[in-house]
């Protein structure tokens, strides 16, 4: 997963319900909602299973070491959208074991490499670069009132924009793959396994030729504001935002982006698909 920093999260469980109110503007939907919406499920009738759900957030130092406020984050994320959270007083295995002895149902964990959720119930892990792939092909499709038969382009072919290919793919969308590096473009293309998802190799010109996007680049104001326009609407997983000052400004509340919120959320969700 990209490595986060202290100052992109630190702020984030204050300004929650400020969240859930700028998502139903955009989307007509809450964090939860959108989340849902992404792992397929009705949001009604979830809440006593979310309030029964007993989550442990494992601090880890494997690696760069820990994130100041991650595992705080994370687990106002998971109390917001109705979970039990928990965050361990150990860490790494003495945490893992803490979180057992304490009769979690999931684990929340990370380290350099992954950021996962663990159902020991289920024996089922969900993993935050697909979760959030999805979460914002969901929030593009509610943002856009709809995607399906339109064209839809995803920037950036990494672990999270090749599941937002895939979902908005499920969503019946037209899906155009970029990324600086063709070959992360075209192994994306093969692992989809569709032979009508295109490959554009000229950045401006997918930019250009396309009102719904998905930038999952990790290069911070690449997309110019001379290519938005009144139809343009873009969510953006990718951390720094992709976004120029001035195409953010112009583009106004048709951006969904935040560095940790949805991609958690769904997680959630895509858990409970199973939890049944």
Known sequence: MTRLTSAEIQNIPAG????????????GRN????????????????????????????????????????AETVSAIGKHIGLNTFITAA????GIAQAVE??????????????????LMRRRV?????????????GLDLMAGGVAGRDAAVIGCGAVGRSAAQALMGLKARVTLHDIDRRQAQAAAEALGQ?????????????????????????????PDMAITANTYITAPG??????????ERIGTRLL???????????????????K
């Not at 969900?126 to 969901?138: E, I, K, L, M, P």
């Open 257 to 275: 982006h935040d560095p940790l919120s949805l991609g958690v959320a769904t997680m959630a969700a895509m858990a409970l698909v199973t939890a």
């Open 195 to 223: 032979a009508d998802v295109r490959i554009e190799n000229d950045f401006t010109g997918v930019v250009a030729a396309h009102d719904l996007l998905v930038e999952a680049t990790n290069m911070g104001a690449v997309i």
């Open 102 to 119: 304490k009769r979690a149902h999931w684990l929340w964990l990370a380290d350099d490499d992954r950021f996962v959720l663990v159902d």
């Open 239 to 248: 951390m720094p935002l992709g976004l120029t000052a001035a195409a953010q």
């Open 126 to 138: 969900v993993d935050n670069s697909a979760a959030t792939g999805r979460g914002f092909a969901a």
């Open 16 to 27: 929650l319900k400020d969240y859930d109110r700028e998502l139903r503007g955009k989307t």
């Open 31 to 70: 964090l939860l909602g959108v989340a849902c919406h992404a792992a397929g499920i009705q949001l009604k009738n979830i809440a006593r299973r979310l309030a029964k759900t007993r989550v442990a957030v494992i601090p880890f130092t494997a690696g760069e070491g820990l994130i100041p406020h991650f």
């Open 91 to 94: 860490r790494d295995a003495a």
